[in-house]
């Protein structure tokens, strides 16, 4: 049951000044040290467009930017399951990535698609809600549903079997959006390993987007 | 890879207007219908209280109103096990709060104590970090040694034995601390049971404090 | 499949003396050395009732009573839960508290629940059974409705959800029975984390009441 | 915390008279229906054997006794591992019998082996650690390396590897002494199973064994 | 995505030699030293037949031929249980065989019995379904209510209840058919773990069988 | 314990005829119903080398064909990750990738690397080590350690630490060799998840490569 201080105030109360726990996180983006390498002209132009658009480039990209053709794969792949026309919304992929990322408890991946949750949906909340327990949330049937078979996928890929996929299509998923929801967490299943794998951190500003 | 967007348009741009995520958390607390009792002056004084230096009362505490004796057991606990005098700063029994019900997925005790970590430390990601996975922050030898403990007793409490507990005294805790320790977490064992069983929510006011 | 033998002559064949199972049980409650707090008016009274009543303090409370407040809230908030009116009956509740502690492996509170569960059904091996596996005992609708709920809620709350309310509806719980289920559930889990943290030791008199 | 009542005290609070929880457990030895089959001469002298000796045919033996082959083959394979010379005391074959049993939640195997254990031990508790969590007793280094190895295999086969034999070895075990102990541990594993896919019932003779 | 290479060719690209992962596997059968021992006249003749009927004897027999009454009593329920009149099929029995060594990752007896399934069945894919997930395996209702008893069994034999054998009693299996199937399960939970405690080595001609 | 007969003598014995194992994999790859679309000529030329290197076209491209910006971005990660210079060699590669779809049973992969590893080391029983336990293969310690990390990252991706890129950093894995040894892990962690997510089929001719 948190007290209405000012930071400074409670900071002073909790003793010996602690380094603030993103330190380092846009700087030393990984526990790897990895030689750098030059940009090909169409990853320089995606990092300005980035630049542009979000006012920064997300770290996993700077990460896999010690070789082209990684973050190359690895962009077109992102950018497709994430971005590209689909049968789910943006923010319904948003959503499945959170669950995953939850469930695999990936630091890096919950701070910066919990800010997209957040920013998609207009609703922050909604946000905190898939890091902590989607179970939690009012969701639709539909979204239930969706976020469920993510879930299961992620914890327990071998159970997974035709009932789940029909449980899918009674709310209204397509095969094609089946094959969408399964993508999108596989990815996230990916991510999450490699950013795990690697001590891989968000860019600090994601923290504070659409609180 | 979130967009720089007003809530406006993100939320346009998600389609059909979404109700939002806390409707209802400020007025039905948990999913059991349970006739209200009149407070003690104790607790009415108590509830005044925290109005005046939180701005509100938790939910937690209106959710136990409706039977006296467990709200004043419930309120003694709690303050003396998160608020008295210990060797532990009222900061560290908050990461243990927040690390043990992450680890349970409890959604009202991550929102309220992650709040209370933010406000306490004066730095707000360290609040995420313990929702998200505590293993990824950098902690202090001392503040690993002991979220470590914490959570081996939450998930199999069975397995803790004395080189559990020497591993805390090697860090400097007293056995006065590591009954602390235990008692926190032990807390939060309970209480994330209480709102998980009664789908209890958190005051909406939590959301946005010390972001 | 055992021997009709008398325990001397079981013990020679056994080999080499042992050291009885529960030596220091009843001097050294604890792993950890705190020292000792006169004990309140109030508690000084409280225990000499356990003596009068159960011919023994029982070593939880004694394991609490290095500091007052913390005896007198685990006191308060036990007997509420355990002793007051509850649309459970006290043999219920144990058989909660049992069901749960056996999830948790927690030897003290499955000793010191399980005599209760003899004593309170008059029936030793149902005591037996709770702490084996109560899904084997020959449990009405209604009890075992109640445990499942209490041991899923132990196992993983996170799960837990408005089906679980409803399956424990369907079997006449009321609302404020599925509060009730739900706090001995947690107060349990929260015992038997102090007791595994502490390696708390049951008074040795337990082991042999009611058999 | 129990009250010291005599049974028919406590039976009369706690309500309407529950059917005892070991009816039928003498009768309906297993939730299958089996029919019966004439003991073989050999067969025939054991269970007289046991008749003498226990002064009870263990419900394990009655109900391999559909078949005689299958009752011949287990009885040969269980006395050759528990009663035959081994390393292994007799009390040890015990103790891993129930510590396996207990990962396993066996009810048959826990009351049967739990009373082996009380009178082997001529240590009422000891037979209770073993089925409550084996690692809270006060072993011998050599008494829980053992236990450790037998339920790591029970619970984790696929990690057990020469270091596990390594430990085994260092607290004295022989290569011998080493299959002894995972051959009990194996032969519970088959039992439990067997006991929990048919709900074999315990003789009601050993609730009170050895107490 | 493998090439169209000679072995020759593939072993070259490899880099240097690796020694054959079955080096030894012929000569050394466990990691344990036990000292041999003569074999019975009625062990002696049945090693002879294994020679005769299958070229080998089968390693697991030879790793208990160190002591004649464990020998002949393992033989004894093993030739019972997979070879003797039942109803269900032989391939049956080893198709829950591998399902079950599959879910405890024993190399032995999914080397063993895999090869068993693709001979019986005249149908390699099938063995390699068993061995990978039989839930991806296209089966009968039969087989497959029968390999998830024999599977839930293995894996947690504590939540076998009444449903699970009507379960069976609906796809027609008789009760004298579900005691073989849990039988079988539980001979192979038992000699998984006997093989994997001893790290047994499976003869290396089952590898190229019927393939 | 098989016996030496020829496939149709053992089909006859097993009773009525089984549809085989691998019916229509070759020819509905997938559970879902997706709408084919024209391969890109740099995807034709794709598919041809494949059918020209390997004799046939994997049928997790043929699945991905459906959307030609899904297939060119899973083939050029796969391609990069599996076949492009790295300090694994491709048998390394190969080998994460089965120790990981072994964790998750993915029944697609299994097959399908398990060729590869047949095929690269030119050791068909490694194959079956990698597919069933891989801590029962002899490894060398390098080997071992790059299995354990790719595994436990497979597992629970929230307990690895720098502890664990340390344990590669003593074999003399480079920091790039360790970002390899996740992206391999990785991938398959989201090809286990989509295979699974879409009960997808391994071309069949995989079956009977290199044995």
């Known amino acids: 049951m948190s007290k209405r201080n000012s930071k400074a105030t409670a900071a002073k109360r909790a003793g010996p000044a602690r380094v603030p726990a993103t330190e380092g996180d846009d700087t030393r983006l990984t526990a790897l040290d990895l030689p750098g390498a030059p940009l090909s002209p169409e990853m320089a132009a995606y990092f300005a467009k980035c630049e542009e658009k979000l006012g920064f480039v997300p770290n996993v990209l700077k990460a896999y930017a010690f070789d082209g053709a990684k973050l190359a794969a690895f962009a077109a792949m992102y950018n497709d399951l994430m971005l590209a026309p689909s049968g789910l919304s943006k ?8 669950a995953v990322s939850a469930h695999n408890r990936c630091y890096y991946c919950l701070v910066a698609h919990g800010a997209a949750v957040r920013q998609l949906s207009g609703d922050p909340p909604l946000g905190e809600l898939m890091v902590m327990n989607y179970r939690a949330a009012r969701l639709s049937k539909r979204e239930r549903a969706m976020l469920d078979f993510a879930v299961k996928l992620t914890a327990e890929p071998w159970q997974v079997e035709e009932d789940d996929r029909e449980a899918l299509r009674r709310e209204g998923f397509t095969d094609r959006d089946i094959f969408d929801i399964a993508a999108v967490a596989a990815i996230f299943n990916m991510s999450n390993r490699v950013a795990s794998a690697t001590d891989m951190r968000p ?6 987007q659409a609180r």
Request: no cysteine; charged share 20%.
């Open 91 to 98: 923010l319904e992929r948003e959503m499945i990535a959170v």
């Open 203 to 208: 860019n600090s500003v994601y923290h504070g």
